[in-house]
């Protein structure tokens, strides 16, 4: 599995770990079913706390991205992804209108943020293959 942290970054390290599972799920690269590595050995893999990552698959699990079992350990959910929650659009919103906020501060056009949003979006669709959830 192919994580990057950025230790200088403002964004926690449990947070950037999160991100870069979901991104690896919505991509194709972690497929339904797909094994992940143990706590211990992700946390010595990427030179960070075991709790770190117990933290990540935690919230990964309460969000239905992930099954941890006993045996099998942790696992990319097979029994499909979660659907478009309010707590998720919520989120979402919350986000958005975050990002949309400093874009126009900064000068950004409503148009330039728009086709970003739409360009991020269809690149990842791309990454499954054109599969649209």
């Known amino acids: 599995m192919f994580i990057e942290l950025d230790l200088q970054s403002e964004t926690p390290i449990y947070a950037q ?3 870069q599972i979901v ?3 919505a991509s194709g690269a972690l497929q339904p079913g797909d094994p992940l590595p143990s706590v211990r050995s992700l946390g010595e893999d990427l030179g960070i706390n075991l709790h770190t990552v117990n933290k990540s698959y935690n919230l990964l699990k309460q969000e239905g991205f992930l099954q941890v079992h006993r045996k099998k350990g942790v696992i990319v959910q097979p029994d499909g992804m979660p659907g ?18 400093e874009a126009a501060v900064r000068g950004m056009t409503e ?4 086709q970003m949003s739409t360009s991020l979006y269809r690149d990842t669709i791309t990454n499954r293959g054109g599969e649209q959830r």
């Open 17 to 19: 770990l999160v991100d």
């Open 111 to 114: 148009a330039a943020f728009t």
């Open 23 to 25: 991104e690896g799920i």
């Open 84 to 101: 478009v929650t309010d707590a998720f659009e919520e989120k979402l919103r919350r986000q958005l209108r975050s990002l949309a906020a």
